[in-house]
C-alpha cells in the first residue's frame, strides 16, 4: 500500500498555481476520510471555493443580458403569429 501526501496551507490557497490547486480539489475528493467528516468538508469547500474564485475573477459579467426593453418581448412575438402558426409551433 502507498500513502501520498499533499501539504498546503487553507489560509494562503490564492497562493498556489492553477495545476496545484487542481491537484488539490482530486486529491479532496478521493480522501479516504468518512462522508462528513468537518475538517475534510470545510478543507474541501475552501479549495473548491478559490477554484470559483479565480473562474470568476476571469469571466467578464454578461452587463446587457436582460433589458428594460425586453420585458414582455416573448407576448409581443406570439402575438404576432397567426393562430394558424401557433397551432402549427409557430412554424411559417
Same mark, same amino acid.
Given at each position: 500500500?502507498?500513502?501520498? $501526501?499533499?501539504?498546503?496551507? !487553507? %489560509?494562503?490557497?490564492?497562493?498556489?498555481?492553477?495545476?496545484?490547486?487542481? @491537484? /488539490?480539489? &482530486?486529491?479532496?475528493?478521493?480522501?479516504?476520510?468518512?462522508?462528513?467528516?468537518?475538517?475534510?468538508?470545510?478543507? $474541501?469547500?475552501?479549495?473548491? !471555493? %478559490?477554484?470559483?474564485?479565480?473562474?470568476?475573477?476571469?469571466?467578464?459579467? @454578461? /452587463?446587457? &443580458?436582460?433589458?428594460?426593453?425586453?420585458?414582455?418581448?416573448?407576448?409581443?412575438?406570439?402575438?404576432?403569429?397567426?393562430?394558424?402558426?401557433?397551432?402549427?409551433?409557430?412554424?411559417?
Amino acid at each position: 500500500m502507498m500513502t501520498i $501526501t499533499l501539504e498546503f496551507d !487553507r %489560509e494562503n490557497l490564492h497562493n498556489y498555481t492553477d495545476e496545484f490547486l487542481a @491537484a /488539490l480539489w &482530486h486529491a479532496a475528493q478521493a480522501q479516504s476520510k468518512p462522508f462528513g467528516d468537518k475538517e475534510a468538508c470545510e478543507t $474541501t469547500e475552501t479549495i473548491g !471555493r %478559490e477554484i470559483i474564485r479565480r473562474f470568476l475573477a476571469c469571466t467578464p459579467p @454578461a /452587463l446587457y &443580458h436582460f433589458q428594460g426593453r425586453d420585458i414582455n418581448f416573448e407576448r409581443q412575438v406570439i402575438a404576432q403569429v397567426s393562430p394558424a402558426e401557433q397551432a402549427d409551433g409557430g412554424a411559417a
